[in-house]
Structures are given as structure tokens and as C-alpha cells.
């Protein structure tokens, strides 16, 4: 493991990480192929989504990686799941913040 790759887990092992720390866990862990390792990082990561960009551009990565494998004619089945997943997630987290009231804007005078 390269000094990249250990920074975001250090920072989730000091209770530290945000939603980026724990989305490169889980593309390290997809590009390792390591299933296991890409669930655990998958929950963290959907733990501390805070807009609806970030599953999303973490399901494009993704994809790029399952549609490579697929075109090799490698299993995808779990990274498939992880990319279902992550679609519903981010779904969630657009009609949650379509649902919260507008900010009030600063009183002027």
C-alpha cells in the first residue's frame, strides 16, 4: 500500500474520514478485488454521503471499472450490487435534500 492509499484509511481508523476517504477505500478495494473490503467501505461511505454528486461520481469510477472487467469477460456480479446500491443511495439523497426547506436568506438593512 502506497502512502495514497494508506492516507484514507488512517484518517477512517481516527474516526476522521468524510465521504471521500471512504469512496477511495471502496474504488481501492473494487481495483484489489477485494469484495469483502468493498462492502465494508460502501456502508462507511453511503454513512457520510452529503450531496448527491458524490455517489455519483463514485458510480461513474465504478463503472469504468465494471464495464472494463465485463468487456475481459470477468465476473461483475458483487461490483454490480455495489453499483445497484449505490444508485439507490444516491436517489435517496436527492429527493431527501428536494424535500428540506430553503435556507433563509440573511436579513438585510
Given at each position: 500500500?502506497?502512502?495514497?492509499s494508506?492516507?484514507?484509511?488512517k484518517?477512517?481508523?481516527?474516526?476522521?474520514?468524510?465521504?471521500?476517504d471512504h469512496?477511495?477505500?471502496?474504488?481501492?478495494a473494487v481495483l484489489?478485488?477485494?469484495q469483502a473490503?468493498?462492502?465494508?467501505?460502501?456502508a462507511e461511505a453511503l454513512?457520510h454521503?452529503r450531496?448527491?454528486?458524490?455517489?455519483e461520481?463514485?458510480t461513474?469510477?465504478?463503472?469504468?471499472?465494471?464495464?472494463?472487467?465485463r468487456?475481459?469477460?470477468?465476473?461483475?456480479?458483487?461490483?454490480?450490487?455495489i453499483?445497484?446500491?449505490?444508485?439507490?443511495?444516491n436517489?435517496e439523497?436527492v429527493?431527501?435534500?428536494?424535500s428540506r426547506?430553503?435556507?433563509?436568506?440573511?436579513?438585510s438593512g
Amino acid at each position: 500500500m502506497d502512502e495514497y492509499s494508506a492516507e484514507p484509511t488512517k484518517r477512517a481508523t481516527a474516526g476522521q474520514a468524510d465521504y471521500w476517504d471512504h469512496a477511495t477505500r471502496l474504488e481501492l478495494a473494487v481495483l484489489a478485488r477485494d469484495q469483502a473490503g468493498a462492502e465494508a467501505a460502501l456502508a462507511e461511505a453511503l454513512a457520510h454521503v452529503r450531496e448527491p454528486w458524490e455517489p455519483e461520481t463514485t458510480t461513474r469510477n465504478l463503472g469504468l471499472i465494471g464495464d472494463t472487467r465485463r468487456g475481459r469477460g470477468e465476473a461483475t456480479a458483487w461490483l454490480d450490487e455495489i453499483l445497484k446500491t449505490l444508485g439507490e443511495r444516491n436517489h435517496e439523497t436527492v429527493l431527501e435534500m428536494a424535500s428540506r426547506p430553503a435556507p433563509t436568506p440573511p436579513a438585510s438593512g
